[in-house]
């Protein structure tokens, strides 16, 4: 079964660092989201491509974070410089064109020291 | 303006009986309401998922229950099982392409 990849699994890293995060969407997926999630909260969406488009960023903190998905198909996202607050599980989800089921990666577990 | 409220926050429930998780919605232009399943350490899991134009859909042991002019939705999970212990997550979207809203989750704990 097709499943959407995240890397890394787990990034620990110091204020004021810079961090990126690595997703593959399902094969065909035109539509890819990154969340951000609170431990104890639901997910919140940080910004939504379609294709090689952003269509909604406005959760997005654009001081500090940036995503791209030049080619329409992987996607990252990139924290500069991290904050003590940006610590979360970072998910991203995908879907296909014009369909409502979103499938989630397993989360990059952030732990800004 | 929290969009979906979720209750309650935790949940304990004895093997083999039913676990019963609310969400209410404020925003009449939502039309696809899933609930998503999380185990810690993992990403969510669509569970079941419907839309308003139906007041119930069930799955094995999973059932939505929809009540439109109310604005509220709930999950049953029949003959509840340990292996049910995790967090639940009610959302709602306007559908094709459009961000979820999720509810701040239901930690559920079967007992054996």
């Known amino acids: 079964e097709a499943e959407v990849a995240q890397s890394p699994r787990y990034k620990i890293t110091e204020k004021s660092q810079a961090v990126a995060f690595w997703c593959d969407p399902i094969s065909g997926h035109a539509t890819l989201y990154w969340y951000r999630q609170i431990l104890g909260q639901g997910p919140e969406l940080l910004v939504q491509f379609q294709d090689e488009s952003v269509v909604d960023d406005s959760q997005l903190p654009k001081d500090r974070f940036s995503a791209e998905r030049l080619k329409g198909v992987d996607s990252t996202l990139k924290i500069q410089p991290a904050e003590l607050g940006d610590s979360a599980m970072y998910l991203c989800?995908?879907?296909?064109?014009?369909?409502?089921?979103?499938?989630f990666g397993p989360g990059t577990r952030l732990t800004v020291l | 303006q929290q969009q979906v409220k979720q209750s309650p926050q935790s949940l304990i429930v004895q093997k083999g009986g039913i676990s019963i998780i609310n969400c209410a919605y404020e925003n009449t232009a939502f039309d696809y309401f899933p609930w998503y399943q999380q185990f810690p350490g993992k990403g969510p899991a669509l569970l079941i998922a419907?839309?308003?134009?139906?007041s119930e859909k069930k799955e094995g042991r999973f059932t939505i229950s929809f009540n439109k002019s109310a604005k509220q939705f709930s999950l049953h999970i029949m003959d509840s099982q340990p292996g049910d212990s995790a967090t639940y997550f009610c959302?709602?979207?306007?559908?094709?392409?459009?961000?979820?809203?999720f509810g701040k989750g239901t930690r559920l704990h079967i007992l054996p």
């Open positions: 959302a709602a979207s306007r559908g094709r392409d459009d961000k979820i809203i």
């Open positions: 989800a995908s879907s296909l064109l014009d369909m409502d089921t979103q499938y």
């Open positions: 419907i839309r308003p134009d139906v």
